[in-house]
T-cell receptor
Framework: DTGVSQDPRHKITKRGQNVTFRCDPISEHNRLYWYRQTLGQGPEFLTY????????KSRLLSDRFSAERPKGSFSTLEIQRTEQGDSAMYLC??????????????FGPGTRLLVL | RKEVEQDPGPFNVPEGATVAFNCTYS??????FFWYRQDCRKEPKLLMS???SGNEDGRFTAQLNRASQYISLLIRDSKLSDSATYLCVVNTPYSSASKIIFGSGTRLSIRP
């Protein structure tokens, strides 16, 4: 399967614990995005990378959230001291735009987080 | 006002019917537009891009109205398998990056 993959697919944790999610983009894609999606809403942008550089972070990304893409390939999203409000689906997408306004994203299956 | 707005629905239509829904966007500098389909508890999947001249893919037709800043999706001869949430996506370029905003989605339910 050469699509975007995410691991784990599901995570249940207790409030206050740290969690880390991984995303492996489509191999030739240089852009990687993280989104959060809650029930009844569209995906909300969290952050994105172009190669290994983190170019933008949303206001939604509090200081408890950190993302890395150390070698410009896979990325990790860590949430420290989880709160119940962090419960959501975390989606990763990748793209390789020919130019900035012809960008098509391809999504991974998501990691569903439940904080008890 | 949200940057991208959609009627949340649900639209509940019989199999074989034609259904259409719109998505409005607020930024006139937006350049590219997409419709994604999302099944329950699954990831969004690209349905089609929306081109200025309008485009068709089988039973699906997408149109863009730049003057009124909306895009539309028309589904003809709807199938039970079309039941899903349809997400509108708007891409606004700035600098060397792009700003991609998703609508909240329109739920469609096709009944037998």
């Amino acid at each position: 399967d050469t699509g975007v993959s995410q691991d784990p697919r599901h995570k249940i944790t207790k409030r206050g614990q740290n969690v880390t999610f991984r995303c492996d983009p489509i191999s030739e894609h240089n852009r990687l995005y993280w989104y959060r999606q809650t029930l009844g809403q569209g995906p909300e942008f969290l952050t994105y990378f172009q190669n290994e550089a983190q170019l933008e972070k949303s206001r939604l990304l509090s200081d408890r959230f950190s993302a890395e893409r150390p070698k410009g390939s896979f990325s990790t999203l860590e949430i420290q001291r989880t709160e119940q409000g962090d419960s959501a689906m975390y989606l990763c997408a990748s793209s390789t735009p020919e130019n900035s306004h012809q960008e098509t994203q391809y999504f991974g299956p998501g990691t569903r987080l439940l904080v008890l | 006002r949200k940057e991208v707005e959609q009627d949340p629905g649900p639209f509940n239509v019989p199999e074989g019917a034609t259904v259409a829904f719109n998505c409005t966007y607020s930024n006139s500098a937006s350049q590219s537009f997409f419709w994604y389909r999302q099944d329950c508890r699954k990831e969004p999947k690209l349905l089609m891009s929306v081109y200025s001249s309008g485009n068709e893919d089988g039973r699906f037709t997408a149109q863009l109205n730049r003057a009124s800043q909306y895009i539309s999706l028309l589904i003809r001869d709807s199938k039970l398998s079309d039941s899903a949430t349809y997400l509108c996506v708007v891409n606004t370029p700035y600098s060397s990056a792009s700003k991609i905003i998703f609508g909240s989605g329109t739920r469609l339910s096709i009944r037998p």
